[in-house]
Nanobody, 122 residues
Framework: QVQLVESGGGSVQAGGSLRLSCAAS????????MAWFRQAPGKEREGVAS???????RYSYAAKGRFTISRDNAKNTLYLQMNSLSPEDTAMYYC????????????????WGQGAQVTVSS
């Protein structure tokens, strides 16, 4: 079965950086569109960034210019480099996989990881 396992979450002060990783198994990774979503307490899950098999990317307004999504198809791993973090970035971050397209819509992603907590203090 498909498994997505996030790592790299943690606590950081405002202005700091974190790098999330997502190890994928049980799917032909290189054929899938991958994405990062996040969900803060009391808020809906929102798309952060997505990437296709060739490296084309799409970012949310909040992430653009600060976050970088990348993937290593040889290692079946997805990454999210997050810089200039602010308390508003505090959320559970989820890795997701889809066969449908370069999207930031959660409804198009059938496979999800368990999440990695990111906490940014001021």
């Amino acid at each position: 079965q498909v498994q997505l396992v996030e790592s790299g979450g943690g606590s950081v002060q405002a202005g700091g950086s974190l790098r999330l990783s997502c190890a994928a198994s049980g799917l032909t990774y290189s054929r899938y569109f991958m994405a990062w979503f996040r969900q803060a307490p009391g808020k809906e899950r929102e798309g952060v960034a997505s990437i296709d098999s060739d490296g084309s990317t799409r970012y949310s307004y909040a992430a653009k210019g600060r976050f970088t999504i990348s993937r290593d198809n040889a290692k079946n791993t997805l990454y999210l480099q997050m810089n200039s973090l602010s308390p508003e970035d505090t959320a559970m971050y989820y890795c997701a996989a889809s066969g449908y397209g370069l999207s930031l819509s959660a409804s198009l992603f059938p496979y999800w990881g368990q999440g990695a907590q990111v906490t940014v203090s001021s």
